[in-house]
């Protein structure tokens, strides 16, 4: 089971919480965290790595190099750097790494997660929930969003906090250049960044999941 966080080391406490919680509820699993960060310090990576070890389990940290991430596109304290880590991820792992599930730091996982990991894509590129807002979206997400939705009826917006990655098609379909590409056109309009992009390049390839099961 192929498990990815992306936080910086302010957040480093919050990532231990979620990593117990996966471990704990998933002892069965063989679970490998991918850890993109960029100011990990070496304590804790130790401990993340001393962690993993206590469960057997496995930590792969990734260090992703600011440069790494367009000047242009926008961030701020509420939306850090690290959301656009997840859009890097599936040209950071290895080739034969064919999904990875993504999960924000603010999750605490009380369950297996071996349903989700395992759903059918269908053809699709992810997997995810419908965010509360969908339906709901705001002046400037509509700029973005409104000719898909009059093009698309079923057009649903995602939540990117839970998704499931189909790595393989991903890699297939695009080079990480689409993915900046479309955000320099889109830079000003995007909102809740790495959500609106992913929604927009999207739209038609999501899967989408129940809430609650």
């Not at 995810?128 to 400037?140: F, R, Y």
Request: glycine content about 4%; charged content about 25%; proline content about 4%.
């Amino acid at each position: 089971m192929n498990i990815a966080i992306a936080l910086n080391e302010k957040y480093s406490r919050y990532g231990y919480v979620l990593l117990v919680s996966i471990f704990e509820n998933n002892s069965t699993e063989h679970v490998t965290i991918y850890l993109l960060n960029r100011d990990f310090s070496d304590g804790s990576l130790r401990a993340y790595a001393e962690l993993a070890e206590s469960y057997g389990q496995a930590i792969v940290p990734i260090r992703i190099e600011e440069d790494m991430i367009p000047d242009y596109l926008p961030y701020t304290e509420k939306w850090s750097i690290e959301i656009y880590f997840r859009i890097i991820l599936p040209f950071m792992v290895d080739d034969s790494v064919d999904r990875v599930l993504y999960l924000d730091t603010d999750v605490v996982v009380d369950g297996s997660l071996s349903e989700l990991y395992n759903t059918p894509f269908d053809g699709n590129l992810f997997c995810a929930v419908i965010d509360n807002s969908s339906g709901n979206l705001s002046e400037i997400q509509m700029e973005i969003f409104g000719d898909i939705i009059k093009k698309y009826p079923g057009f649903s917006y995602c939540n990117s906090g839970v998704i499931l990655m189909n790595m393989t098609e991903i890699r297939r379909d695009y080079t990480l250049d689409d993915f900046w590409d479309a955000a320099y056109g889109l830079q000003e309009k995007l909102t809740a960044p790495d959500q609106d992009l992913i929604n927009y390049m999207f739209y038609d390839r999501i899967k989408y999941l129940p809430a609650e099961k």
